[in-house]
């Protein structure tokens, strides 16, 4: 720009040149999402036969399959709540083979949030099952909850969680991440492990002598499976068996999570072709500063398994 | 919210859970005119706890230069601006803790610090308030011209810690036989929640393992009787541990309940937050008063008076000679005449120090060598 607000030469085609290529991300992302099928109406488990492409969130078989919306909710029922609602709608796409069930989850986030750092949190999703539905289906019902608590279960009413965790997924595509992969910079001149060995180290890694899971140096699956009886008391399940996968591409996660549709686990969910049961989900944004009760979260919805 | 009573402030304040004091609890006095900030606590504590990757960052002991230096930095102004000035009025707080008029979606009144602010831990060092002119001289004590003064903090243990009550999940707990708060390491999940809520930002998140931690009040050493690293091994003898009476009660025979509650010359820091931390500080006696009053509250000035009487209170000044005399924990004391004598909780002497050290002041010139003595005291 000139001092008289004229455009010289070459600000105007660095000018053209920036409206020209965001005009044409706009038009490949406008792409990108509307070369999908539409909105179903309804959320399906389709029948398939054979493996699930549980390691293939951007194939075809997930995204030849309308999408079911779910408006999503800023948490806002216990404290501490998120400042802003960061993920307005999750896509939710569901398919099973007798044996496994898997969702597909979709939502726009532009930046991606894979570190589990100070002060810095990772991007997340979650599928919420009811252990025992015919159980809650005692209770009381209304029109929302479906009889079900909206509190990540409640006392008599355990809840089974399936969470996707992208600092997990980097954790099991490129391996853990160092504190010199965090901080090039930090110097450590002596180390537990390089004075007493592996073995008598871990006691000065207190997570990972407790046992906590997200302190586990191996990580076989993004995908953590847990147990709840209402807020706070989350707690990871001692089985894991969830698999699945998430990636993030043109500012659009999809992350599958698959189970077994019977674990013969009375403290996990169940799902039988042919039925119907309830599924709730959450989502969090790590730029947002979203973790634990910081999240977004859709009360209920039903969801028919295919026969 | 259930109401609590707090006798830091002289009145209940509102709290998430109710009132459940443990059987005793572990408390600390630091004397902070006696702290040369050398750091030997710092590397004692470091040493022992915090040597493991993801922990790099970790100080659960560190001394600061007060008022320029802080970790993490500008850790006690953040608590100021989200408190406001606190406000005093006969010994009762007017103003609100970090538990009262929290916004709205939040637990307390919190903060998190930026990454960058744990890069700085020695920031501030030496750093006095004031120019020194040409001519500058120290006419009077205590003084509001130019002065600096070290804090050294750790985790306070709190009555009412924040951490515990910003903690979703309940992760973090006061142990029942001592009062120490410690994260459960098999349930914290790395949300920074209780690094968030805090007040002296003393629970850190520990970047290998992905969950947070803090001081652990070297419980190890207390099962055993045995005061904490940063206590034993500091050269300067400024600290004391011990367990403190609960409210309404008080064992003049108790060192911390002499200190802190007959004597009344060590104070809490930052009461206002309405944690009741459990750490007692003998205010430095040079700073500025206006700083102290915010800092240790309204009884800053008579704590300095009663320390600056200290050489003609013997019982005081023997108590203050029983610091760092001894590795195991003090239940009692007594002077007797010019020897003060700590007792283990069965009454059993652990120590005896004199109440005056013996010394001894050479003369300038050393007739008998024919040579000047340097060193004459």
Redo the contacts between chains.
Sequence with gaps: MTTDGQMDRRSFIQAAGAIAAGGALAVGVAAYVAMRPGAAEKLVAHRRSGPLPIDAPNSEAWLDLDHFPVTMLMQ?I??????ELAVPELWVRAMHNGTDIAFHLEWGDTVVNDL??????RDSVAVQLPVAPEADAAAPKTSVTMGLAPTQGAPGQNVHILHWKASWQYDVDKGRR??KD??PN???D???EGVLGEAN?LV?????????S??ARERKSPIEELTAAG????TTHEKQLAQGRGVNERGRWRVVVSMPMDSGDATKATVRAGASTPVAFAVWNGEKGN???RKQYANWVPMEVEA | MAEVNNWQLGRTMQYPYPENRPKRQIAWVFDTNKCIACQTCTIACKSTWTWGSGQEYMLWNNVETKPFGFFPTGWDVELLNVMGPAKWANGKLESQTIFEGVPAGERVKGWLPAEEDWANPNIGEDEPVGVAQQGTYIPSMPHNEMWFSYLARICNHCTYPGCVAACPRQAIYKRPEDGIVLVDQERCRGYQECAQGCPYKKVMFNNNTRTSEKCIACFPKIEQGLQPQCVTSCIGRIRIAGFISPPGEVNPQNPIDFLVKVRKVALPLYPQAGTEPNVYYIPPMHSGRDYLHQMFGPGSDEAIKTYQNTKNDPELLGLMMLFGSTERIMHRFRVEGETAIGMDEAGAELVRVPVREPSWVRTYFDEVRGAYNHNIT
């Design positions: 806002q216990t404290p501490p709540h998120p400042s589990d750092k100070m002060v810095a949190f160092t504190v965090l901080f930090m110097h450590n002596m180390t537990p180290a000065f890694y207190p997570g990972v002598f407790a046992g906590n997200m302190s807020f706070g008391s989350l973790r634990g009760a």
